[in-house]
């Protein structure tokens, strides 16, 4: 897999504001593939005879997936991470090589790049990135397109000439 060029993974422990469950069916072969995708282990938990029960992986701050060992029911869990500054194309190759179901690099009609993969339990984890070079693009699509109930912060503007 590419070296990751963006930040460091922040191994502190704290309130987890969100993180996803996945339950799978070999622990050791779900961590060993999500460390293709840029994940570490923060930490694994024993359980009775001291066999693991649960692994505690994270790829950058707030992205953390616990996953404990059971019988998945396949499809039914998915999660989409930030990639940062990461080659989404040698990590597509890197899952390919360790046996994912891959799909991407995908361009969005939303602008972002997207990498999609699932381990062998049927999980489902998304990696998407902005198509930095259509920047001024995507801001002039979103002041034409994107409507809803959300304030835009102060400094920020979709419009490519206030930036």
């Known amino acids: 897999m590419p070296e990751k060029t963006g930040p460091a993974v922040d191994r502190s422990i704290y309130p987890m504001p969100m993180f996803i469950n996945f339950v799978v069916s070999d622990l050791a072969a779900a961590e060993a593939l999500y460390t293709e995708a840029g994940f570490v282990t923060l930490a694994t938990i024993p ?3 001291s066999v693991p029960s649960l692994v505690h992986l994270r790829r950058e701050k707030y992205q953390d997936i616990l996953m404990t060992q059971g019988v998945p029911a396949r ?4 999660a989409s991470f930030a990639a940062g500054d990461v080659d989404l194309a040698g990590v597509a190759d890197g899952l390919r090589s360790a046996g994912a179901d891959v799909a991407g690099p995908t361009d969005t009609l939303w602008f972002t790049t997207d990498v999609s993969f699932c381990d062998a339990d049927g999980n489902t984890v998304i990696l998407t990135a ?5 920047q001024a693009q995507a801001r002039a699509w979103a002041s034409d397109q994107i409507s ?3 304030e835009i912060p102060e400094g920020f503007s979709f419009d490519s000439t206030s930036r």
Do not use: C, I, M, Q
Request: aromatic share 6%.
């Open 75 to 78: 499809g039914t869990t998915s």
């Open 148 to 150: 809803g109930d959300f």
């Open 130 to 134: 902005p198509r930095v070079a259509d």
């Open 47 to 49: 359980g009775p005879g």
